[in-house]
């Protein structure tokens, strides 16, 4: 199974992070920005990964968990153009973009395929009581559908919460393949 990521910030880090704990060795990681210092209370880097890219630093870091991982990466931004050739082979889709256009246009895309999505909405804050999963077709979204990070801050617990509810889903549908 190749999981493609997109966007590899609090939520595709993290989510990454577990599948490689948890035995998933194929990836497809897309994600044109640079890792900054406010990323590393939630994120899955290290302060000497400041100003590096974000793709390149988290290739690195899963390697060190699993050299034998494949991992595929890309620092192309996801348009409508380019997204069925940058997902190629992805059998999952997780997304963990930043902005609600690119978000939509995932999901979108996505949404009538036949690969399952795994998606994030409304992971700032601190609340984790309010985390729900809503199932949609093949995509399921993980939040609380209400706290935007243009509104509230973000924190590590609730950004981790919610991908390794991401994380349990992916796993449970691989483990019925």
């Given at each position: 199974m190749k999981i493609g990521i997109a966007g590899a910030g609090g939520i595709g880090s993290n989510v990454a992070m577990n599948l490689v704990r948890s035995g998933i060795t194929a990836f497809k990681i897309i994600d044109f920005d640079r890792v900054e210092s406010s990323n590393l209370n939630r994120q899955f880097y290290f302060a000497d990964q400041v100003g590096k890219l974000k793709v390149d630093m988290l290739r690195y870091n899963l390697e060190r968990i699993d050299p034998d991982i494949e991992i595929e990466i890309s620092t192309e931004r996801?348009?409508?153009a380019n997204i069925d050739?940058?997902?190629i082979n992805c059998d999952t889709i997780v997304e963990g973009l930043d902005k609600q256009a690119d978000k939509k246009m995932v999901l979108e895309h996505f949404g009538q395929s036949k690969q399952l999505v795994v998606a994030a909405s409304g992971i700032a804050g601190s609340d984790i009581a309010t985390i729900q999963v809503k199932k949609i077709g093949n995509t399921h979204v993980i939040g609380d559908f209400t706290t935007d990070c243009c509104h509230?801050?973000?924190y590590a617990h609730k950004v981790?919460?919610?991908a390794a509810s991401m994380t349990a889903i992916l796993l449970s549908s691989w483990k019925r393949q």
């Open positions: 996801i348009t409508p050739q940058l997902f509230v801050a973000l981790i919460t919610v």
